[in-house]
């Protein structure tokens, strides 16, 4: 990964569609501060302005704040373009898990998802969520074309067999007394 705003930006983000979202939201700040303010110099002031011309979410807002300040020096009003579109050229080359699993996840189960992804695939791995609610439970694991069920379906289709066996051992006269 040779882009600095990537670099920047991979740290805390997890899905592959809040690394777009986040490029997108710099993107608009970016031009808020240099052709709607006409500013050649980005600060937290500046952010203070942005958040007042539109309605912007506390949390992106928050985000632009923590962003280093060595990434905005890199921003200048002729080249920002041109770096968010290459950034965003790298980011659709990063490796990307995808998931599928049985329930929206919240955003601190997608950064322990993502940090597990970071240790045990790729250090730059994104997240690619999908949802199927008949999974039940657990969640489906595409990586390299290789597929892995840890779903609660796959797990009581791959033991039918011995749970059909038990069953019946569970309702006896015995069992019940």
């Not at 993107?27 to 980005?42: D, G, H, M, N, P």
Request: aromatic share 10%; hydrophobic share 45%.
């Amino acid at each position: 990964m040779t882009n600095s705003v990537l670099a920047a930006l991979i740290p805390t983000t997890y899905r592959q569609s809040d690394l777009a979202y986040r490029l997108g939201l710099l993107r608009e700040y970016l031009e808020f501060a240099f052709f709607t303010k006409q500013s050649s110099v980005l600060n937290p002031e500046m952010i203070g302005e942005f958040s007042t011309a539109g309605p912007h979410d506390p949390a992106d807002l928050g985000f632009l704040r923590n962003l280093p300040p060595e990434l905005y020096a890199a921003f200048n009003r002729e080249t920002f373009h041109d770096v968010l579109d290459q950034a965003l050229i790298e980011a659709k080359a990063l490796p990307t898990v995808r998931l599928t699993v049985a329930v929206l996840l919240t955003t601190d189960a997608v950064a322990m998802v993502g940090q597990w992804a970071r240790q045990a695939v790729d250090v730059h791995a994104l997240l690619d969520f999908s949802i199927d609610p008949e999974l039940g439970a657990g969640c489906q694991l595409l990586w390299q074309d290789v597929l892995r069920d840890y779903s609660l379906e796959q797990a009581l289709r791959t033991h039918e067999r011995e749970l059909y066996e038990r069953i019946p051992a569970l309702f006896s006269a015995k069992a019940v007394a």
